[in-house]
């Protein structure tokens, strides 16, 4: 299997949907000639035309709401955010419009559109850039919400959104980028809503999604490597629609959770997650809760600082040492 | 008091006859008819809207559109049924009688029952008709330029040679999301009609009092997109040739433009209003006495012996036992079910047979 970058899978997802459907068109800040401001959608616009590959000026309210628009009458429009933090600005088309516009019609128009980006800090970019928005997208029923972790989840993902009738809001990770994996060519399609148990464990579930589930399974090696702690680690990979089954099936097995992820804790996924556990499996927990998540405030720029404010291999470890206490 | 912006580009042109108007001086008595009764059929409808809503069955807001029936009845009379489109916003009963949506599908909306057009989720404010190139009815105040502006850019994209018309009300001009559209319009050359219907007061705002410069549509100038202005918009005529206009330089050539009507509506913002904070009582009785948009079309029609005082009579019954009958159609039109309050969010949970994902859509 050939093995390519987080970014590339991106691209390739991209590529094999633009020549699958005419309907699809990627758009976007910079995403053409520029070659994306990351680089994700580099050479499309040579191998597509304009019509297909769609420069944007800075105006995320217009473009976003022009998505929906087109999406009523059949088109798929791909927007890629430069930063995901830039939804905020076109909050009203996303939540007030594309959320809503089925329901508010009775079923009878759907809007088909993804919004991609990366959302995640430690670049040191400073907090309006640095938003991790999973929960504030996910609280509107109607909106998706997908959460890549590996290159072979961000294609595979990423082609189920693109299909998908329904809006969804496909985040990223800018550090992530960067990082390799097996990668099948061609159709590889990972249904949304479907965690992913990436290393089998005995002792306690450590269960999140993006980067920090990647920080998990490397704190997970370090906890049997030195504590003979054997670690489930699950992946999200999808937060609406949200696999439910998975989580519980490894609640019930090892009776100790660990909930990580990048975002703030107040009101975050693992908040949610948190109550779905003690709703469902309450007589298999044998500790309480605990999480890892961003310490809570806005992001810090200072590098060093900005290390310590983001869950961590450390931070998880010891977490999971208290857990199990 | 109010300063009235400079004169537009037609207005000083005393020999603009619209009624000679190539779009209206080819109307047979029949086509005249129809716009008439087309607003005639609009005005009953809201009264009766007014009524219900006095009498508790209507909740929320009601925004009425008495005063500025002939911008509905216009537009929508020289739209291309098939490849033209309409958005506009929260004030949307003219437009969706203007489409051909049936009174008792609206009434019922309104009444938040089932039979409504939007199935009772969207209320007074979000109707929604796609089989008629009706997109809605939209509660945020310039929140569905975006909107029409992506419905142009669709035809675009697909070949299809149409044309948008977006509405927003004169409040709606000063919201960011307007003008990127504006300028994404102009920039990518989309077929879209910005159409301001300027009722002269944002809610309890007058237009002095929220809007800077000359007139709303002169601001096309800045995108370097054409725009007109109707002086006279309850002038039926005047508003189709300038909206036909419009329209064509939309289908033709793929140029977007800002068209201000004038007008002026008589109720409040929405009924909930006090409507007598910003505006004198004479100031309405003058208009409606000087400017009716449906007086002006049935003494016009009167001249030309196309109406006479039976067919008024008439035809003003028809709308009045319509009205009436949507309200009772509404009245006994059952109310959507506990389970209807999750249908219709996800697209996938309504067409179970072809869901590709898994999971919890749900958390309750």
Redo the contacts between chains.
């Keep these: 299997m050939p093995v390519i970058t987080y970014r590339e899978a991106l691209r390739h997802a991209m590529a094999e949907e633009l020549d699958r459907d005419p309907n699809v ?1 990627i758009m976007g800040e910079e995403i053409g000639q520029f070659h994306g401001a990351y680089k994700v959608t580099e050479g499309l616009l040579a191998k597509y035309g304009p ?1 297909r590959i769609v420069d ?2 800075i ?1 995320e ?15 798929r429009p791909v927007i890629e955010l430069m930063f995901f933090s830039f939804y905020s600005v076109a909050f ?2 996303i939540f ?2 594309a959320a809503n ?10 809007c ?1 559109l993804v919004i991609r980006g990366p959302a995640n800090g430690g670049t040191n970019v400073g907090a309006t850039h640095s938003h991790t928005p999973e929960s504030i997208a996910a609280y509107h ?2 909106i ?1 919400v997908v959460v890549p972790s590996t290159p072979a989840d961000a294609k595979g993902l990423l082609k ?1 959104a693109i ?4 809006p969804v809001m496909f985040m990223e990770n800018t550090i992530l980028y960067g990082e390799t994996g097996e990668v099948p060519d061609g159709e590889h ?1 990972v ?5 992913r148990v990436i290393r089998e464990g005995t002792h306690l579930s450590i269960i999140g999604h993006g980067r920090a589930i990647q920080m998990a399974v490397k704190a997970a090696a370090i906890l049997e490597e030195k504590h003979n702690i054997r670690a489930e680690v699950v992946d999200l990979r ?1 937060i ?6 998975t989580v519980l099936a490894s609640v019930r097995k090892t009776n100790r959770v660990l909930l990580v992820e990048e975002a703030k804790p107040f009101c975050s996924v693992s908040a ?1 997650l948190a109550c ?1 556990i003690q709703e469902k499996a309450f007589d298999h927990l044998d500790a309480p809760i605990r999480r890892v998540t961003s310490v809570d405030s806005p992001a810090i720029y200072s590098p060093p600082l900005e290390k310590i404010q983001l869950p961590s291999v450390d931070r998880i470890r010891a977490a999971a040492l208290e857990t199990l206490k | 008091m109010s300063k009235k912006p400079p004169s537009t580009k037609n207005a000083p042109n005393y020999a603009y006859d619209a009624r000679r108007a190539t779009i209206n001086a080819r109307l047979d008595g029949g086509e005249q008819l129809a716009l008439y009764r087309v607003m005639v059929r609009i005005r009953r409808f809201e009264e009766r809207c007014l009524r219900a809503y006095q009498q508790g069955k209507i909740g929320g807001f009601l925004h009425l559109y008495i005063g500025q029936e002939s911008l509905a009845a216009g537009c929508c009379s020289v739209m291309d049924r098939k490849t033209d489109h309409i958005i506009t916003a929260y004030r949307d009963h003219g437009h969706a009688i203007g489409v051909g949506m049936s009174m008792n599908e609206l009434m019922a909306e309104n009444f938040g029952k089932y039979t409504g057009c939007s199935k009772g989720k969207g209320g007074s404010m979000h109707y929604f008709d796609p089989t008629r190139n009706f997109w809605g009815g939209h509660g945020i105040v310039g929140g569905q330029i975006p909107l029409g502006l992506g419905l142009a850019y669709a035809l675009k994209y697909r070949g299809i040679k149409g044309a948008c018309m977006a509405f927003m009300g004169d409040g709606a001009v000063n919201q960011g999301a307007v003008h990127e559209s504006y300028n994404l319009a102009a920039l990518w050359d989309l077929p879209v009609v910005f159409i301001i219907e300027n009722n002269g007061y944002s809610m309890g705002t007058s237009q002095e009092r929220s809007s800077a410069g000359p007139s709303l549509a002169q601001r096309a100038e800045g995108y370097g997109m054409n725009w007109d202005i109707a002086d006279n918009g309850h002038d039926v005529y005047e508003v189709r040739d300038k909206v036909d206009r419009a329209l064509r330089l939309a289908r033709d050539e793929s140029k977007p433009s800002i068209l201000e009507i004038r007008t002026y509506r008589y109720r409040g913002h929405s009924v909930a209003d006090p409507d007598s904070t910003y505006r004198e009582k004479a100031e309405i009785e003058e208009y409606k006495r000087t400017k009716d948009p449906i007086m002006a079309l049935q003494n016009s029609l009167v001249v030309e012996r196309v109406l006479t005082d039976e067919l008024i009579k008439k035809i003003d019954a028809a709308a009045r036992a319509e009205a009436e009958t949507s309200a009772l159609f509404a009245e006994q039109s059952p109310f959507p079910t506990p389970e209807d309050i999750k249908k219709d969010v996800y697209w996938e949970v309504d067409n179970p047979a072809d869901r590709k994902s898994v999971g919890s859509l749900f958390f309750d």
């Design positions: 068109v019509k944007t000026p105006s309210a217009a473009f976003i709401g022009l998505g929906v628009g087109a999406s009523m009458l059949g088109l009203d088309q007030n419009n516009m089925r329901y508010m019609s009775g079923g009878l128009v759907h088909p029923p109607g998706k189920s299909r998908d009738n329904d399609l249904p949304l809503g479907l965690a999808s609406r629609p949200l696999d439910e089954e949610m779905i």
